[in-house]
């Protein structure tokens, strides 16, 4: 996983280095990904938090509910 400076500077989905595209805005030279630093800010903090919570401890995928056993269906 990133470390806590990169949450700006790295691309969320291909991981590549993000590169100034005009005032706060960056662009990945990879995949042609373009966004707002905030945003891309947002959305690497966001997948840090799902691959630490993350049922089996490592897999970036959003957390399910516990299913409730022994309902009764009335």
């Known amino acids: 996983m990133s470390t806590l400076g990169e949450t700006s500077t790295k691309r ?12 706060r805005r ?4 990879k995949c042609g990904f373009e966004g707002d630093r ?4 947002v959305l690497n903090i966001e997948r840090r938090a799902l ?4 049922p089996d401890g490592g897999s970036p ?4 509910a ?3 056993k022994d309902v009764n269906p009335e």
């Open 12 to 23: 969320p989905v291909c991981g590549a280095r993000l590169r100034e595209n005009g005032y």
């Open 26 to 29: 960056l662009k990945c030279p």
């Open 51 to 54: 691959y630490i919570l993350s």
């Open 61 to 64: 995928t959003t957390p399910t």
């Open 38 to 41: 905030d945003h891309i800010a």
């Open 66 to 68: 516990l299913q409730m």
